[in-house]
Every structure is written in structure tokens, then in C-alpha cells.
């Protein structure tokens, strides 16, 4: 499997993840939420789609345009290095960018709907794998793509493909923990 494919993998293995949590769940569940500061599945499932509106976006124009070409595997640089770490699973928690964060509710509830939300996420995961597919051959280190929340970081093109579809992967997991909770709300 090649660099590209595993990243494209990421994407598909947290797609999959989340339908099998989500798509059994009534409104009421979907927008459950634990307590008035932690995010429902509906919220995660937002979160990744508003950072993907932006970063595709970015990372489309990139592939695009071309650019030098390079057989990998790539190492990235120190900031994408960085980056990646911070946003995988099992990393530490932080602080989401206003930007970044669903809509803000009162209370534990959120009212994010089910099926437009799954559907842009789904459309999106699909954009990233064809992104994968299209960004072979290029040299996923020197192509450098910078960040819509954060002008000033500049990501190489194939880390910030690894690092968002990981970053899925880990907002899926925390929808998954959500579904565990024991009040959680039995569809």
C-alpha cells in the first residue's frame, strides 16, 4: 500500500466507523449530548465538516496546480510533523478554534440534522480519497499548502492529507465514546 492509499484508507476506515455508530440513531440520540461542555455524535460529525469545507477546498487547489514531482515515501517537515501529532488518536485534548466548533447549544442537547450532516460527510470522504488518488506523483513534501484557520502555517501537501483523515478518525472515536455512555439514549 502506498503512502497515498493509507492516508485515503484513514478517511474510509473512519467513514465506516461512524456509520455503523450513527446511522442506527434517532434524532434524539444522534443529538444527545453528555453534559452542556462535551460535543454530541451530530456535533463531532460537524466539526470534521466544517474544517473539511475549508481544507479541501485548499488541498484541491494545491493538487491542481501541479507542482514538483516526487516518488515517496515523504517525510514531512517539523510544523506538519506536529501537527499530525496533535490531531491523531489518542492525543492529548485541546481547545477547538471558534472557527472549528459546531454551533453552540444550552443544555445537553444539539440539533444538528442527521441525515444533511452524514451526507456532507460522506460527500467529503469522498473528495479526500480522490484527492489521495489525484496528489500521486507529486512531491508530497515540497508542495506546500497553508492552513484557512491560520494563514501564517503552511503544511507539506501529503502530511495535511495523513494528518485531517486521522483527525477524522479520532472525532469518529470520540463520537463512539459518546454512544458508550451510560445514560446514553437507546434508539
Not at 155 to 166: P, S, T
Request: with cysteine; aromatic share 8%; glycine share 6%.
Amino acid at each position: 500500500m502506498t503512502q497515498l492509499e493509507s492516508y485515503a484508507q484513514h478517511y474510509q476506515d473512519a467513514q465506516s466507523l461512524l456509520h455503523t455508530l450513527a446511522d442506527p440513531l434517532d434524532d434524539d440520540a444522534f443529538n444527545w449530548k453528555p453534559d452542556a461542555t462535551s460535543w454530541s455524535v451530530g456535533e463531532c460529525v460537524v466539526h470534521l465538516n466544517t474544517i473539511s469545507k475549508d481544507y479541501l477546498d485548499a488541498l484541491e487547489s494545491a493538487v491542481a496546480a501541479g507542482g514538483p514531482r516526487a516518488e515517496g515515501p515523504f517525510r514531512y517537515g517539523w510544523l506538519t510533523r506536529m501537527f499530525t501529532k496533535a490531531v491523531r488518536p489518542g492525543s492529548r485534548s485541546m481547545s477547538t478554534m471558534k472557527a472549528m466548533r459546531p454551533p453552540e447549544t444550552d443544555g445537553t442537547r444539539s440539533a444538528i440534522d442527521k441525515d444533511r450532516a452524514l451526507a456532507r460527510y460522506d460527500d467529503d470522504t469522498r473528495r479526500y480519497v480522490e484527492l489521495a488518488s489525484r496528489a500521486s506523483g507529486l512531491d508530497l513534501r515540497r508542495i506546500k499548502v497553508a492552513s484557512p484557520f491560520l494563514s501564517i502555517a503552511r503544511f507539506n501537501l501529503g502530511g495535511l492529507i495523513e494528518a485531517l483523515g486521522l483527525h477524522a478518525l479520532r472525532h469518529v472515536q470520540q463520537a463512539e465514546r459518546v454512544t458508550r455512555m451510560q445514560a446514553f439514549p437507546q434508539s
